[in-house]
């Protein structure tokens, strides 16, 4: 089953704020899932062959290589009223979009843990499936970029779990090597079967690398989908830059499609790191939410009134960084609870507080408290590519 979003262009007027509006009309422990079939080793970091894997499986290969009750009773009201609308736009995505042949394709980064232990459980007081992973499902992605990629158990039966709450049943995933119990592990959550897992060696940071997974889209080119985590030093981040640079011509095919992303921790759109960065990606446009606002980091100013543009409060820690021949297939993100339609070019970064108690549904089972939930490290960025299936 292949989620998307669905190509309607209404328009409806927002309230006036004087901000700028968009277009109103988005591994393990050392233990291998037994899913794995024929998996080979590969000097490049890689395995071949997996389907639901994890990293770890390398041995030693190259390791470049308050809401309170009347909320909740809101909530579950709004959700049931979106659930039969989401119903139909799931039986429909899987068409083809159009009569000439191609699939809308949604690429999210996550780094939604929220509590005090980095990791994708409910915090307390929460419920399951928590906020991260309900602002997840809510932004009905097909490829997920996660960050601290840690659930339950913290093995292939929990990572499986993870990835059938997040897509479906059957869902694919990939996750760089657990070296250490305080690893932040990056990974990849799809849809689509993965063909390739490995990751890169990042030499700024030591409990995690990149990862990425080669990914069978719809049409003749494969996704290869790199989820990154990079440093909180200013001046770690061009090297980290450069290597991802490097890492990418040196793997990635000619004429596949690349979606890099995660969490940059950059603290602006002009930092250097983007410089190596631009040279096999398209580093620009960049996503806002529904009012005109990049930043990603949790202390955002999200007031509606003034657009949330305090440039000294909001930063553009995270991001979805396509390929140029990806972003030639660019769409917009649309979203819609049937009344108010949001249409954002570049792709959304996705606030719940910026919602209100009846456009919520646009993205539910997500809460309208889930991005202000206890330590909940950022906001989700959702971008739309429609591939052509020949």
Known sequence: MKLRTIGVTLVVALAASGCPRPSVVDAGD???????RDARARDDGSIDGATVTDAAGLDGGDREASLDASDDAADDAREDAVEPALDAAVADH???????????????????????????????GDVAPGPGLRIMQGARPDI????EMRYGADEATAMQQFADTI???GAHWCRETIDGAGDLPNGVVSRYPILECGEWNDSRVSNRDYAYARIDVPGPRDLWAISVHLHTTGSSRPIEGAELRDNIRRVVPAGDYVALGGDLNTDTNMEPVFAALNEVLSVQPQPTDQFGNAGTNANRLVTIGDGGLDLSRNKPYDWVIPSANLLAHQ????????ATTYS????????????DATTIAMIAPARLSDSAAPSMQH????????LPLR
């Open 30 to 36: 050392g233990a291998v899932a037994s899913d794995v």
């Open 94 to 124: 899987e068409e083809p979009l159009d009569g000439a042949g191609a699939v809308r394709v949604r690429v999210m980064a996550a780094n939604l843990t929220a509590g005090n232990f980095q990791n994708y459980n409910p915090p307390p």
């Open 144 to 147: 997920v970029l996660v960050q």
């Open 167 to 169: 897509l479906g049943a």
């Open 331 to 338: 769409r917009p993100v649309v979203l819609t609870d049937g």
């Open 344 to 355: 954002m070019p570049n792709g959304l970064v996705i606030d719940t507080r910026v919602f």
């Open 379 to 386: 906001m989700g960025v959702i971008r739309d590519f429609e």
